[in-house]
């Protein structure tokens, strides 16, 4: 277990709704990465936040945006949803200037239909 | 855009054989590490190797970095069937952040039979 924890488990949508999804970081970490991960393929970094600032962001339109609370937990939102959206969502904590591990969740199963 | 290709893309063993995975990459690179991932679920992180270390061990795991070749290698010895998952290499990337972010390759999907 590594102490990041990720909800809900599973969510259904429909194409064009809007879906949030909730990290929470390990004790002690303050950055949080968030990827995507279609079947059969290797996650993708979506962005990260620190300092409740976005830090760095991959080639993801702007309809995906996130949250980062004085906790440091989380929130990946999805705008306008495609099917194409449809994957697990994976969160990961760390901590900036410390080892360069990210401690992942156990990720959020998103259907879009 | 995946860095890393791993190789081959899905193997299965015996228990008790070993079992090496490969990985490949594209750009230069300050570690590289491995996890491994169960039925679709979280990542689990396994090892991480610097860029200036060329063999690192934890347990029944052995990892190998050459990076001349851009090229990494996880032997898993002594297989268990629990050791079933699908297994990534990461590479880090400056992306603009605190820390790194991590560009995985495709996976290699390992079963040990019992």
């Known amino acids: 277990e590594t102490g990041v924890t990720q909800s809900p488990t599973h969510l259904i949508k429909t194409r064009g709704q809007q879906v949030t999804l909730r990290c929470s970081s390990q004790?002690?970490?303050?950055?949080v990465s968030w990827y995507q991960q279609a079947l059969g393929q290797g996650p993708q970094f979506i962005f990260q936040y620190y300092r409740e600032e976005e830090n760095g962001r991959g080639n993801f339109p702007p309809r995906f945006s996130g949250l980062q609370f004085p906790n440091y937990s989380s929130e990946l939102n999805v705008n306008a949803l495609e099917l194409d959206d449809s994957a697990l969502y994976l969160c990961a904590s760390s901590l900036a200037g410390g080892p360069d591990t990210q401690y992942f969740g156990p990720g959020t199963r998103l259907t879009v239909l | 855009s995946q860095q890393g290709e791993e190789d081959p893309q899905a193997l299965s063993i015996q228990e008790g054989e070993n079992a090496t995975m490969n990985c490949s990459y594209k750009?230069?690179?300050?570690?590289l590490q491995w996890y491994r991932q169960n039925s679709g679920r979280g990542l689990v992180h396994l090892i991480l190797i610097r860029s200036n270390e060329r063999e690192k061990h934890s347990g029944r795991l052995r990892v190998t970095l050459d990076t001349s070749k851009k090229s990494s290698s996880l032997l898993i010895t002594a297989s268990r069937a629990a050791d079933t998952a699908s297994y990534f290499c990461a590479t880090d990337a400056w992306g603009g952040g605190a820390t790194n972010k991590l560009i995985f390759g495709t996976g290699t999907l390992l079963a040990v039979q019992p």
């Open positions: 004790s002690g970490h303050n950055t």
């Open positions: 750009t230069s690179i300050n570690n």
